[in-house]
């Protein structure tokens, strides 16, 4: 599908959107840009969810509002949030498929499940945010779409998951889909896509050819200045201990044993990471810090007061801020 961006204007208050862009049949195009740029706001318009003030979206030379409702099945998404109940099975968004889109290749996507480790019966809350990822990926290639809009589908993903994330999106180019990945990942861009376009404020800075152009004159143009990628990092100076975990154990739902034993110190000016592979408890840790899981056995001490049972609420008070990895 050749898609063609023509001088749409969309106004949101003081923020205003004025993009014109050329998207050719079996090309990855990055869109990058800082929060604001109008990357959201221009995958809308191109999906429908949103009207432009001014200009037309034509692909294949027809102007997209004027397509009939098969004709719209040609353009697949990956949004960060599906929309899809919590409640909902692998089944039940499969059946709701079905009903929608006359084109859902039903037993593909349950090969497709099945080969992915994606059970059938399992509901969409209980998915990590991986899995939930690669659900959404694998019902935009289920159905007939020729243009696939992909909104920063590896934000939470460990590398492997976006290994293989990025591995798809380059098979799907190469069996001739038209690919729009909005990102803030350049190092993602430079790997899979053929251009990129560059938005902030509004404004299309520049169309680049990823091939020729290097991450630092991306960046350089995505936020308007010459960044320095250099990291210069004086050894810490940590204070006292604010954190102290002693020998933690805390189970999930089904009763399995996520974290084991963990003792850890933080101290007043410095930052601890917790690394390893997903699924090997680190989620488990800082859930259990911020009061979402219960702990089975051990303690946390904030400044010293033991925060262990805790409601959420005190914990907050008592100065604990958290952001999950799922951003939704």
Same mark, same amino acid.
């Given at each position: ?13 003081? *923020? ?14 990055? *869109? ?35 397509? /009939? ?15 899809? +109940? ?13 009903? *929608? ?5 039903? &037993? ?19 998915? +990590? ?12 290639? /289920?159905?007939?779409? =020729? ?40 190092? =993602? ?16 800075? @520049? ?19 010459? $960044?320095? *990628? &250099? ?36 101290? /007043? ?13 680190? $989620? ?12 089975? +056995? ?7 007061? @033991? ?10 008070? &008592?100065?604990? +801020? ?7």
């Amino acid at each position: 599908m050749n898609l063609d961006v023509n001088h749409i204007k969309k106004q949101y208050r003081e *923020f205003q959107l004025d993009c014109s862009i050329q998207i050719p049949e079996g090309r990855i195009i990055g *869109f990058v840009g800082p929060n604001g740029a109008g990357k959201s706001t221009t995958m809308k318009a191109i999906l429908g969810l949103c009207s432009p003030d001014e200009g037309q979206i034509l692909a294949d030379g027809r102007v997209i509002e004027e397509w /009939s409702k098969k004709e719209r099945e040609k353009i697949g998404v990956v949004l960060a949030d599906s929309g899809f +109940s919590g409640y909902y099975t692998v089944s039940d968004v499969c059946r709701i498929m079905k009903k *929608f889109y006359s084109s859902f290749h039903e &037993e593909e996507f349950r090969k497709q499940c099945k080969h992915f480790q994606l059970p059938m019966q399992k509901q969409i809350k209980e998915f +990590s945010t991986g899995m939930r990822a690669k659900l959404y990926l694998l019902l935009s290639m /289920s159905y007939d779409a =020729e243009l696939l809009v992909l909104d920063e589908p590896t934000a939470v993903l460990t590398p492997q998951e976006i290994d293989f994330l990025l591995d798809i999106i380059k098979s799907l180019r190469d069996d001739g889909k038209t690919i729009i990945l909005i990102t803030h990942k350049l190092e =993602e861009i430079k790997r899979i896509a053929d251009r990129c376009a560059i938005l902030n404020r509004g404004r299309l800075m @520049d169309v680049m050819d990823v091939a020729t152009t290097s991450t630092k004159v991306m960046a350089n143009k995505m936020v308007g200045r010459e $960044v320095n *990628f &250099e990291t210069e990092k004086e050894p810490a100076k940590p204070g006292k201990t604010i954190l102290s975990i002693e020998k933690l154990n805390v189970y999930n739902k089904q009763d399995f044993q996520v974290v084991k034993d963990v003792s850890l110190e933080v101290h /007043s000016g410095e930052i601890v990471a917790i690394a390893g592979v997903a699924g090997n408890g680190q $989620v488990e840790i800082a859930d259990a810090i911020a009061g979402l899981v219960p702990v089975r +056995s051990g303690k946390i001490l904030l400044n010293g007061r @033991d925060i262990t049972n805790l409601s959420i609420r005190e914990r907050t008070t &008592e100065g604990i +801020s958290y952001i999950p990895e799922d951003r939704q």
